[in-house]
């Protein structure tokens, strides 16, 4: 199906405005051929592939309200599409890897402390309340590039600005949520940034 640039911006903007699942499913069906074709150059398998396309047009769609920022949708999705299977790949197992050595690659376990993983939980939420609660423009850069992991070059090019707009409204970000987690009580700051920067395809 072909559509016009101001067609696919007319699906966003009823997707981030009215939560219109048809206009969603166009743009599914408009830009999936694309996006898997990525998905399977970076992981070679096309069950995985269809896998990760399907959660990246998901994440889309549980982000919706902030699409209609987006200038360059295909340059978004591709990149993100890109980023996702990266990141899918990073996670694999290395062969090499002796079976006592897999503990390390394993995400933390907090079975034998449940008080900490509820603590942690709190923070992760209170700190992703808190980038709901950012200017529109600011929010939407932020989840760019923590969320689909994008450069700022990337951004920018998505978003129709400078990369030194991007830089800008990032430091504006991680200022104000930087002293959302000193309200908290966060006084390691490697703990915040990794909260800050958890992947979101994890």
């Known amino acids: 199906m072909n559509a016009l640039p101001e067609m696919v911006q007319h699906w966003l903007s009823r997707m981030a405005l009215h939560d219109d699942k048809r206009a969603f499913r166009a743009f599914f069906e408009h830009f999936y051929r694309d996006a898997y074709r990525v998905a399977l150059f970076h992981v070679q398998d096309h069950e995985t592939a269809e896998e990760l396309t399907s959660d990246v047009f998901l994440k889309l769609w549980d982000r919706r309200s902030s699409l209609v920022g987006v200038s360059h949708p295909r340059t978004y999705l591709l990149v993100s599409i890109k980023n996702h299977c990266l990141n899918h790949l990073r996670k694999q197992p290395v062969l090499s890897v002796s079976i006592t050595d897999e503990a390390i ?6 079975g034998d402390n449940p008080e900490q993983q509820v603590v942690w939980d709190e923070m992760q939420q209170t700190l992703n309340d808190a980038v709901s609660a950012l200017p529109p423009r600011c929010g939407l850069i932020f989840q760019m590039v923590r969320d689909s ?25 991680l200022k104000r949520l930087g002293q959302i987690a000193q309200t908290m009580g966060v006084g390691s700051a490697s703990v915040v940034i990794a909260l800050l920067f958890s992947y979101f395809f994890s």
């Not at 992991?149 to 970000?173: H, N, W």
């Open 105 to 110: 690659f394993r995400e933390p376990n907090y």
């Open 149 to 173: 992991q994008l450069s700022y070059r990337e951004v920018a090019e998505a978003l129709g600005i400078t990369p030194k707009t991007v830089e800008i409204q990032m430091g504006i970000a």
